[in-house]
């Protein structure tokens, strides 16, 4: 069984950073597609940071210049560095993949993580 456990929210002062890391467990070959979301208190779930399969790695408009996602595919690991947090940061981030191979011919599609809470105090 394939799980993403996302792990390194908390709470933080406006200005500061934190890390956050997702990590498939189980017995995976490849990730296709991952990256980071968020859903704010009465607010859609948004986009933060992706790997897309096959393209360029995408940031939110909100986000570009202070976070920098990363991966380790070696862990099957990906990660979110924030600076600069700001209050409006303030969510439930989510590592999403689109699509996990558990092997050469086999995969499955669309996984999220538990989640894990950021706040942002002023």
């Known amino acids: 069984q394939v799980q993403l456990v996302e792990s390194g929210g908390g709470l933080v002062q406006a200005g500061g950073s934190l890390r956050l890391s997702c990590t498939a467990s189980?017995?995976?070959?490849?990730?296709?597609?991952v990256g980071w979301y968020r859903q704010a208190p009465g607010k859609q779930r948004e986009l933060v940071a992706v790997f897309p399969s096959g393209g360029s790695t995408m940031y939110a408009d909100s986000v570009r210049g202070r976070f920098t996602i990363s991966r380790d595919n070696a862990k099957n690991t990906v990660y979110l560095q924030m600076n600069s947090l700001k209050p409006e940061d303030t969510a439930v981030y989510y590592c999403h993949a689109d699509r996990i191979f558990l092997s050469p011919m086999r995969s499955n599609f669309d996984y999220w993580g538990q989640g894990t809470q950021v706040t942002v105090s002023s």
């Open positions: 189980g017995n995976i070959f490849s990730i296709d597609g």
